[in-house]
């Protein structure tokens, strides 16, 4: 009981980001070995605002594996899904619940400490208020251009119509999860992806797929949108390797950066292959950060379909300009670092300006 109370107030901040409402159905869909006490805290949050809740375990899913059908009904049947290991939301059933179907999505990594973490306790209106101001910078100057220390030197021109606060065909704009929410918690991105085969460049990743310490960084070379080569360590060798495999797997699938300030960039405890995937995402919704998928990109609305499931790479201190406008600095949201009256006065109304300063 005291390891639940410990994660009742992150349950809870998580279920009012998913805007679970009374009388709907939520899904828990977990692996074997996952941590019980996450999946009771979220359960008892979903529970205290009057849903019912379901329990569904099932076995890791490879990469490019598509779902069981009967996992794949029951995330199409569910309100809101929780996902605790591969995101499901990379299937293509699983992007189909949410576009055809209107399931809300969102990823949790299965630790204790993504509830107890101060990520998840950032009041939900300063993302959704980072996330409305971000997204209106970008598209009134969808030229960026990422750069770092290490090398890393990329220019991307997105559609303003399909730059959005999380993932979807249509720009959505940043709030409460609506029907085909995908995303994850913590939250959370202004993401976009590269419908008009503008990306090109260079970019030195930290991390990317299961890899949060790689033996060297991962270095992806891109070109009008395709991922032309992936160099590196061994780790570089395997991702490079296993998208040859499916058509359109080294695809732009989406980028974007991080909103949450209080994200921390720190290997999980879990060294479970899905624990590590997630908790690399989780380090995509860190404000500051700038991160890259790999893959179909029909998610965002894209043509170029792919049975593999996409990869992700972060690069956790880059400098993001949309054109002359300078988002990020040297891995910090300069709006976070430099908070106008209306940013501290929201602040003021949870606790206080330490939620910008970062983890």
Not at 98 to 106: A, I, N, Q
Not at 317 to 326: H, S
Request: hydrophobic share 40%; aromatic share 8%; proline share 7%.
């Amino acid at each position: 009981m005291n390891e639940l109370l410990r994660l009742a107030a992150g349950a809870a901040n998580c279920v009012r980001f998913g805007n679970v409402q009374s009388g709907e159905t939520v899904l828990l869909l977990v692996e074997p070995g996952m941590d019980d006490h996450v999946i009771e805290a979220i359960s008892f949050a979903a529970k205290s605002v009057g849903a019912q809740v379901c329990v569904l375990v099932k076995e890791p899913t490879k990469l490019g594996q598509q779902l069981n059908p009967v996992v794949a009904a029951a995330i199409k049947a569910t309100d809101m899904l929780y996902d605790f290991g591969g995101p499901t939301s990379h299937s293509e059933a699983g992007f189909l619940a949410s576009f055809d179907y209107g399931t809300r999505y969102l990823l949790v990594r299965p630790e204790p400490e993504a509830l107890i973490a101060e990520s998840a306790l950032v009041p939900n209106e300063l993302i959704y208020l980072f996330g409305t101001r971000t997204q209106k910078i970008v598209r009134e100057n969808p030229a960026l251009h990422i750069t770092d220390d290490k090398g890393s030197d990329f220019r991307v021109e997105p559609i303003p119509g399909t730059i959005g606060a999380y993932i979807g065909p249509r720009p959505c704009e940043s709030g409460p999860a609506v029907p085909g929410y995908i995303g994850t918690f913590p939250g959370a991105t202004t993401v976009f992806g590269d419908l008009n085969y503008t990306g090109n460049g260079r970019l030195v990743l930290d991390a990317a797929l299961t890899f949060d310490i790689p033996s060297e960084p991962i270095v992806f070379t891109i070109k009008d949108g395709w991922v032309t080569g992936i160099s590196g360590g061994p780790e570089a060798d395997f991702m490079w390797e296993t998208a040859q495999v499916a058509r359109n797997a080294t695809r732009l699938a989406e980028c974007g950066f991080g909103l949450n300030p209080k994200v921390p960039l720190l290997p999980g405890s879990s060294r479970l292959d899905a624990a590590r995937a997630v908790n690399i995402m989780s380090w995509s919704r860190r404000a500051g950060t700038f991160f890259i998928a790999m893959g179909g990109n029909q998610l965002l609305g894209g043509t170029d379909p792919s049975s593999a499931t996409p990869m992700f790479g972060v690069v956790k201190q880059p400098t993001i300009t949309a054109g002359d406008v300078t988002v990020v600095k040297d891995g910090r949201l300069v709006m976070a670092d430099q908070p106008d009256t209306e940013i501290v006065e929201l602040c003021q109304r949870f606790g206080g300006t330490a939620w910008l300063t970062p983890a």
